[in-house]
């Protein structure tokens, strides 16, 4: 017989079409079954299709098991009224079938998952599921026999318990148990095996032997659990059920021959297969769980065993006896390479012997093992040269067992690579200052130098701008004089703003940050710029907020505006313009100084805030160092803000300084 499928991935018609085929065992099993009792009877000593009709309802998922039920009752009517039962008594015996079916399959299932049969536990739930399923069949054919008024309706109910609850517990794990894989062992006995148990129920039950001897199969089917998977127990408890029912019913075995009635053989037959399929099924599924963990035990013994043998670390198990001393069970190869050969365990199959002390590693090890001996929590770290360059860190962790013995777990760790580089890191770290401590004293030169120079500088500058302002003054000077003392006075101008830039560069300033009104620092340098703006022919716009102050040293803020609204109109063609705006918010004002001169590339945008640099073509036939955008750059970030330049490099620059807003009275 085909049997249903309990895959929970199963489709909605492969379940349809596995009920379908246990409902057709069903009829022709229960056919068969009231033809082998004798037409017309109304209980049979064996009732294989209640196992089947369970099948037919387990086979679909919970919610459509009413529906399976149905289709029992259905089935069981027709298989018991084309038997030759009455058609009230068979539709009565059908709705009898379809409540234990139901009863057992909602035991079985209390969700929509799959049963299975594995566990003792699930074992457990199958034998009460059986009996429920049982007694509620009989309590309903009982109350049939009563009504139809017969005395015997209590002693109908007890054998349809017994054949109904042995059909069940038969038939039933044989389909939970389809899907497991288990394999069969013992070699040669599981061959043996079933020909001793066929020949040893036909002896039992053989026609004419009345031996009370049903106790003899019991040893042969638990010999069947230990060497055959659970699948094979239940197909072993369906041919033992089918045998015993059959041949008791044509005379044979212990229970024919007691003199009873045919109801009371019925039930005392089934009864022994109750019990007999319980008993087995149990210790089936106990031995496969004892397998199941052991071979869990296995897979962690070698994968632990794997990884002992196969680790990068050094790994050691010892025990210390009573008299504490350390013996070695087992080391893989990486401890035996760091410690020496004194640290190998023992063939397999000998007596560990005690560790000796011959050696450099083993004595280290000792050392090792006697402190973590003295530790309160039992462990040590210990981390020695063994010479040669190599270095080892040793973990000792002592685990008290029973009988006065010690377990010590040992991790020996190679540090040589380690303790090498952190060398090296050292040297590293210490050559790094060293050559900071030159480049800091090499600027400080430079520093130091540029003063210098600067300041030597400032005096001859301030001399010669002074005598040629006193010049301009002479009233003897032609007009040719005059423009000789023009370029002398500029060109002296221009050279004192440089040293001016080269102090501020190499040195802090000597003003304390202040408030500083934002628009008056803008119209005070763009008064002083409109002569040369005015000359170049560039418009100076102005949108300044009023009020508004920045924390910043004066000086600082002169110098900054100065810097940027200069180039900003040294790079303006004739005709055009440069716009000075700012915005501000609770916590910073955002001066901006636009131009519409020739751009910067972008490439360059960062560059020319560096010392020195001057981007290519923008700057061409334009006078000046680069030190102007460098030194904004270091103010600003001196003040706590930001400066950054934008331009596409083709329509003109924006320059951006963002400083500190000084919060006025009353402000959050």
Not at 68 to 78: E, N, R
Not at 250 to 257: D, N, R, S, T, V
Not at 372 to 388: F, I, W
């Amino acid at each position: 017989m085909p049997l249903p499928s309990f895959d929970e991935r199963s489709r909605p018609a492969t379940r349809a079409a596995a009920s379908a085929i246990a409902l057709a065992a069903t009829f022709v099993l229960a056919w068969g079954t009231v033809e082998l009792a004798g037409r017309g009877g109304d209980t049979s000593p064996w009732w294989p299709a209640a196992g089947t009709s369970v099948l037919a309802v387990l086979a679909v998922r919970r919610r459509w098991m009413p529906v399976a039920a149905v289709g029992v009752a259905l089935v069981s009517a027709a298989s018991n009224f084309v038997a030759g039962r009455p058609l009230d008594l068979s539709f009565a015996f059908g709705l009898a079938n379809a409540i234990e079916a139901l009863v057992v399959a909602m035991l079985l299932c209390p969700s929509d998952r799959p049963p299975r049969l594995i566990s003792t536990r699930e074992v457990t739930r199958l034998v009460i599921a059986t009996l429920a399923g049982a007694a509620a069949v009989a309590v309903a054919v009982g109350l049939v026999v009563h009504l139809l008024g017969t005395d015997a309706a209590l002693a109908t109910a007890g054998a349809v318990f017994s054949s109904h609850g042995s059909a069940v517990l038969a038939i039933v794990p044989l389909a939970l148990t389809w899907n497991d894989h288990a394999r069969a062992r013992g070699g040669f006995a599981r061959w043996l095996q079933p020909l001793t148990l066929a020949l040893v129920v036909g002896i039992v039950f053989f026609p004419g032997m009345s031996l009370p001897l049903s106790f003899l199969p019991m040893p042969v089917l638990l010999w069947g659990a230990y060497v055959f998977p659970l699948r094979g127990v239940a197909a072993q408890l369906v041919l033992t059920a089918t045998a015993a029912t059959t041949l008791t019913i044509l005379g044979g075995g212990p229970f024919a021959g007691a003199g009873w009635s045919a109801v009371q053989t019925s039930w005392a037959v089934q009864s022994f297969l109750v019990v007999y399929a319980g008993t087995v099924l149990y210790f089936a599924a106990a031995r496969r769980e004892t397998l199941s963990v052991a071979e869990d035990l296995l897979v962690r013994e070698q994968l632990l065993r794997g990884g002992l043998v196969d680790s990068q670390v050094g790994m050691l198990i010892l025990e210390e006896d009573r008299g504490g001393d350390p013996r070695v069970r087992n080391a893989n190869w990486r401890a035996v390479n760091l410690l020496g050969p004194g640290v190998a365990a023992a063939p397999r199959g000998q007596e560990p012997e005690v560790l000796p002390e011959d050696t450099r590693g083993v004595q280290v090890l000792r050392a090792a093992i006697a402190r973590a001996k003295d530790d309160l929590e039992g462990e040590s770290v210990t981390e020695v040269e063994l010479g040669d360059g190599r270095r080892v860190e040793i973990l000792v962790t002592r685990v008290p067992r029973d009988g006065g013995r010690v377990l010590l777990t040992v991790q020996v760790l190679d540090v040589s690579e380690r303790v090498h580089a952190a060398q090296a890191l050292a040297h590293a770290l210490a050559d790094e200052r060293n050559a900071a401590l030159q480049l800091r004293e090499v600027a400080r030169q430079k520093d130091e130098f540029v003063s210098a120079v600067s300041h030597e500088l400032r005096t001859p500058i301030t001399s010669i701008i002074g005598f040629a302002e006193l010049l301009e003054d002479e009233p003897s000077l032609d007009d040719e004089a005059h423009a000789h003392l023009s370029v002398i006075t500029r060109n002296a101008d221009r050279l004192g703003r440089l040293v001016e830039d080269l102090l501020a560069l190499g040195a802090g300033s000597r003003e304390s940050a202040q408030p500083c009104d934002v628009r008056d620092a803008v119209a005070g340098v763009l008064e002083d710029m409109g002569p040369n703006a005015q000359d170049r022919m560039v418009a100076l716009r102005e949108h300044m907020p009023f009020g508004v102050e920045v924390l910043i040293p004066p000086s600082d803020l002169v110098r900054i505006l100065t810097n940027l609204i200069g180039n900003a109109v040294k790079f303006t063609p004739p005709g055009g313009e440069v716009a000075v705006a700012a915005r501000f918010d609770a916590a910073q004002v955002t001066i901006e100084i636009v131009d519409n001169g020739p751009g910067i590339a972008p490439e360059d945008l960062d560059k020319v805030f560096e010392r020195f640099y001057r981007a290519k073509g923008t700057a061409e036939g334009v006078p000046g160092v680069g030190l102007g955008l460098a030194l904004v750059r270091q103010l600003v970030s001196r003040a706590g803000g930001a400066v950054a330049l934008g331009s596409d490099g083709r329509s003109g620059t924006v320059a951006r300084v963002t400083l500190p807003r000084v919060q006025e009275a009353g402000e959050g």
